[in-house]
């Protein structure tokens, strides 16, 4: 088992910046891909951005240049750094460990205000 824990989130302006943090604790040892997805309001939950162990990245297009996932592998932890924020960036993100299985956080709402 594997448990997600998200801080970060919170509520800023169009053009701001967040940054999300997610720490992973319990049978670490068999985690590969780590990422973040989202869920807008009303919609349905979506990739945003995943990482490999050896720090390969696949981003969605809609945040491409803007977000930045990163990685340690030592405090077992995934970061995303959100900058240049969009009112469609608003919703839930979750943070998203992978295993033999597929593991969530409970997560952290973004809200950017236009």
């Known amino acids: 088992q594997v448990q997600l824990v998200e801080f970060g989130g919170g509520l800023v302006q169009a053009g701001g910046s967040l940054r999300l943090s997610c720490a992973a604790s319990g049978s670490i040892s068999g985690i590969t891909v780590m990422g973040w997805y989202r869920q807008p309001p009303g919609k349905q939950r979506e990739l945003v951005a995943l990482?490999?162990?050896?720090?390969?990245?696949n981003y969605a297009d809609s945040v491409k240049g803007r977000f930045t996932i990163s990685r340690d592998n030592a405090k077992n932890t995934v970061t995303l750094q959100m900058n240049s924020l969009k009112p469609e960036d608003t919703g839930v993100y979750y943070c998203n460990a992978k295993t033999w299985s597929s593991y969530w956080g409970r997560g952290t709402q973004v809200t950017v205000s236009s």
């Open positions: 990482i490999t162990t050896v720090g390969s990245t």
